[in-house]
């Protein structure tokens, strides 16, 4: 065992659940040197704490709501060293079945205290989850995108970004509020969300929620019609491909 | 029916008097006749002419026989099933055999043959009918319904029992007591599940139960889950059938609060209206990223058992708003004894 503490984060929304590991990891610190650094009732909430004091494990329950336990975790393969998972569920046969395919670590609460320090004891050595196990446990396209700036996740919640631009290997996000650049391919996006945004450009997805309008463009973009967004004064121009669109959106 | 609070199925003669029967009846009877007529002509068109001829002597044959029966339905549904069903046998020949006399002195019908084709034959429709009846009779009877109502009981979700064990034991190194309560509340909830929910129970316990489950889901989603009751004019001894009202506030928690990072309400409101118990429940829900394989299960169970018991006049009806989910349920008012 190593002389360093192993640093544990618990993610569970029910309060008496994170109360009972919590319980549970002072009783296995008898044996194994660990440092609780926090604990978290959301996955943004866990974003933060992890922003603060990185963590060697995370104990991540699955059912929480607006982001579940499986999306997270493949939300923090993005960071530079992803913690190791262990998630936590009361019961969840599909899950079981496939965690038991893809050999990552689960605990069935109510949770032991030899098991959780067996899962300890392996993670201080395991890799993180692979992406496309995670993927394979994931239902549906994720609520939220997930940028990595400076060793900390941003997540963004799928609903309120405004466009997707395409910029060399990056893709910038924009939101009302800010932008992120994210490592993903516009076309893989496109394919995801594609009931949720429109592809206006060959660089450019909008989220259909948000086009205000369109008029036609002035200055660089002469001649052409522009989409005009809500929540944010860029003008995105259309290309001629993509002016059908124009009409479709329009009319509604 | 003599048979309705009897534990097996009690064979019974149908009820000669009820339109319904005596319908089926005639159907049976002249859908042989038609089969008959087929069955003894080369083709179609010379079938039509067989079958007015073969109608001219079962059609009084069989409302004669009908009429006896009604007539003597009374009396026959006294006797035994088997000698009931002797009785009716022998007297549709009876009456078969008199026709047959009567036809021949008169040389009504040419050719008729001797009586013994046409007494194999009654007693053969006979036996039909009385074996259909005697079928339906088990399909419909309360034994059968019983067993129905017995495989539909309903159960909680083991995603639930282990969170609030999980929550339970979290309490008990913190807070003792709290532990002792929500424990003492599982195994109530616990002791209702897995009893016999057959009979009709007052709707006072279904909500004292339904008291018991919120209070152990409170334990663990804590100010997430908000419950509002309107029930100051519901009448406590209304009966309802047992774990109605929990499984739906179950479904309301699991889709409704669980899924939501802030708080959210639960409401129940119950009460009477022209002779009729209401019971409303209403939870908030998100339109996205719903799960509701299980949830259609249990409402089909819940309605199942409500047509069980009340047929026709138990309903439920679901209704997606907005943001939220209502369940109505609607029985007969019936009080306890």
Redesign the interface.
Known sequence: MSEQALKVLIVDDEAPARARLRDVLADVAAEIKLEVVGEAGTARDAVDVLAAHPADVVLLDIRMPEMDGIEFAQHLQKLPQPPAIVFTTAYDAYAIRAFEVHAIDYLLKPIRTARLKEALTRAQSARAPSAAALKDLSKGAPAFLSAQERGRIHLIPVDDVIYLKAELKYVTVRTAQREYLIEEALARLEQEYGDRFVRVHRNCLVARAAVRGFERGTGESEGQWVALLEGCDEKIPVSRRQQHIVRELGRQ | MPSINQNGYARALPDFRNLGILLRILVVVNVLAIAAAIARTPDLASAATELLTLSAIVQPILIVTLLALVALSTFLRRLPYGLGSAAVIAISIGITFAFFVALQRYALVEDMGGPARYVLLVLLTCTLLLAYFDLRGRALSPAIAEARLQALQARI???F???S???V???I??DPRRAETALEDLADLFRVVMGDNRELSPIAREVELCRQYLNLEQ????DRLKVTWRIDKMPPDALIPPLVLQPLLENAVYHGI????DPGEISIDIYTLRNQLHAVLRNPYAHE?THHAGNKMALANIRERLQLHFDAEGTLETRVGEDTYQVHIKIPYVKSK
């Open positions: 979700r083991p995603h029992l282990y969170n064990i999980n929550a034991l979290s309490l190194r913190q334990l663990r989603l804590g669980e899924p939501r990072v990223g």
